[in-house]
């Protein structure tokens, strides 16, 4: 059986103090979100959760990032971010 590759760290939310399981590429991303912003991990974590999102609260952080990144992804967000249009690969 193969260890898992979740991570687990601390985080002070809402609640108080409390754990998230995460995988190591969303935990950079977390901290990438967080650079860009201007905030720490705690205070991004207490915002997620305002949201209200249906899920628990790790599922919640995941579609979060994942929602993040996708509007960065959109034309709007990449132009947003001083990117081009990709060139036409046919």
């Not at 979740?6 to 991303?29: F, H, Q």
């Not at 912003?37 to 995941?62: C, F, K």
Request: proline fraction near 4%; charge should be positive; include cysteine.
């Amino acid at each position: 059986m193969k260890p898992s590759r979740l991570v687990n760290r601390n985080v002070i939310a809402g609640r108080g103090r409390t754990s998230m399981r995460l995988e190591p590429e969303l935990w950079d991303a977390l901290h990438e979100i967080c650079g860009r912003q201007g905030i720490g991990i705690g205070e991004l974590v207490r915002l997620v959760e305002r949201a209200e999102h249906p899920g628990g609260r790790t599922s919640a952080v995941r579609v979060y990032a994942l929602g993040y990144f996708r509007e960065a992804a959109t034309e709007e967000g990449h132009r947003a971010a001083g990117h081009g249009a990709l060139p036409d690969l046919k």
